[in-house]
């Protein structure tokens, strides 16, 4: 028998009347009660669950046509496959099945087909009730052909739709294989044919359900327990103690720097070890290879930006989703402890910005001031002495932008604390300004520069595109004299020069006085009247007249003194010393001519263009 000889007939009848085993009852139903249909499964099942029940009704359909077709006397094994496709046709599936390959074995159960179906009713009714799809819809067009061939064959086959008209192909195009020839491709494809009650899978929902609401609740009793940790104003060690016991895991909070700020469950010479150094790329919870095991890694944000990490670590266990939650919980208690720490700091800050502005203002008595210094926590027991500290960046940005200066002068209020060093930072006129106080009066000088030489260390490690310059005032042991301090400190900035960075009042003489004055331009006059010619001579020349005239001068008009100093021939410098007197047309061993010439070098130097060493004796503070 060929498969082009099949009728409906031979197997099916519609009419009502004796029972024949040899015919099974046919009923009809109109395509578009069909389409109707799978539109109700879909609203009530959703799109998978249809996917699922229309693929195993096409399978049991295919099924039951198969079993019809083994009990015939095919001409060929072929014929027999052939029948599928006609029955598909004959059923009114399809209006016509165009066969392109077809390769099988039954001896070794395989088959490899392909066919195009032109006019598929499940095509058609999921136009016409959805629209255009994304993805294949004859689901029991590919069902039926699957139940059928497998059953023919006699080993699994899977047909797949790579084509179809709903999505606007002009046909469908189905492949059919056997799952071994598959290769794993229809792995996610197989679940679709097993049964599976609605019953189950809504206790499945249910678990689900029921271990989210557990994570919920664990959660937020996690979360609970963190903020009453912030809200009794615990810092990030408490935090992270809290995590890791509700959590039964290793936590470490770090900052964007990867300095560990808190560690629980661990040593922190262990958290160390297990740092992962390339945090940058964390913008959201992930698990990351760390040197021993893994951590789970959440960002912790502040003013929009992320200002640190928190981590669970694990050895070889994986984490659970629960985890994931907490974590996030545990970087938002973070982020809320570290804003009460600025708003705190930002306010405590104020407070003694306004302290030191009244101090300098001279506003309020002493008694006064030692109570307010009193409650901010800052011991105004002398010695004092100030610093200035100005950076041209600042200058440009600063009315455009104020918190550039008020985030350098929290960075340095914190750098003070953290060194237990006693200061008041502030800023004036677009100036920072800082006001120490306390200390060995027979050591201040070494304090003084060691204090000075780390507040610019770091602020050049922590704002490397700046540069900054510091102006170091003597030191007072009256409160009285500290507005007379932050005058020097100003002045000895605006004497900074391209040789330091770093500008201490007392070792400018009596050319510190003269730039206190607020006239720097009076004063570059001066020693240029005085020098203007000797300078003009002995700029191409590295300034050696000058330095030799400096010396001179500076050794009491000493010529065998300044000869050892300057490593010089006698003769020599008795030359030098004439061609100085030329130049400036004056006696320079004149008392009055001296005294103005050697005001003027040490001008000179402090202006940045004379690279002479002048040494500060141990007790030149005044």
Known sequence: MKAADLKLSQFYKTAFGTEDSQFEKMITIPTSALGTLRKELIETLGPEQTKGFLLRHGWHCGVSDALKMKKLDWDSNEEALYAGPKMHILHGHLEEVIILQNDFDFDEKTIHMEAIWRNSYEAKEHLKLFGKSDHAVCHTLVGYASGYLSTIIGEKVIVIEQGCHAMGDECCYSVCKTVKKWNGEVDDILKYYEPNS?????????????????????????????????????????????????????????????????????????????????????????????????????????????????????????????????????????????????????????????????????????????????????????????????????????????????????????????RQINALTGQKSGIIIMLLSGGDLSKISVFKKEVCRKVADFLSRKYPNDDFKLGVSSTAQLMEDITQLHEESVASLKIMNRNSNIVHFDSLGIEGVLFQAKNADTIEKFVYKKLGNLIREDKNKDMELTKTLFHYLNNGCNVHKTARVMNFSISGLRYRLQRVNEILQSDINRPNVTYQIYLALHSLIALGELDIDVEVEEGSEL
Do not use: W
């Open 198 to 418: 609605l019953i189950n899978e809504l206790n499945q929902t249910f678990e689900k359900l029921k271990i989210e609401r557990d994570n919920l609740n664990k959660s937020y009793q996690v979360h609970t327990r963190l903020m009453n940790e912030v809200l009794r104003e615990n810092d990030l060690s408490s935090i992270a103690g809290v995590l890791s016991q509700t959590a039964g895991l290793p936590v470490m909070i770090e900052d964007t720097q990867q300095k560990i700020l808190a560690v629980s469950g661990i040593s922190e010479e262990e958290a160390k070890q297990r740092q992962i150094h390339d945090l940058k790329v964390v913008t959201k919870t992930e698990l990351m290879k760390a040197p021993a095991g893994h951590n789970l890694v959440t960002p912790i944000f502040f003013q929009r930006k992320i200002a640190g990490y928190c981590s669970f670590l694990y050895n070889v266990e994986q984490p659970q989703e629960v985890d994931s939650m907490i974590l996030e919980r545990a970087a938002l208690a973070c982020s809320t402890y570290m804003l009460n720490e600025h708003t705190r700091f930002s306010a405590e800050q104020r407070m003694r910005g306004s302290f030191l502005e009244d101090v300098l203002a001279r506003q309020i008595c002493t008694e006064e001031l030692m109570r307010r210094a009193h409650y901010l926590g800052f011991d105004l027991k002398p010695p004092h002495f100030m610093v200035a500290i100005h950076s041209e960046t600042i200058k440009k940005t600063l009315n455009k932008d104020l918190s550039v200066i008020d985030d350098v002068v929290n960075s340095l209020s914190i750098f003070c604390k953290d």
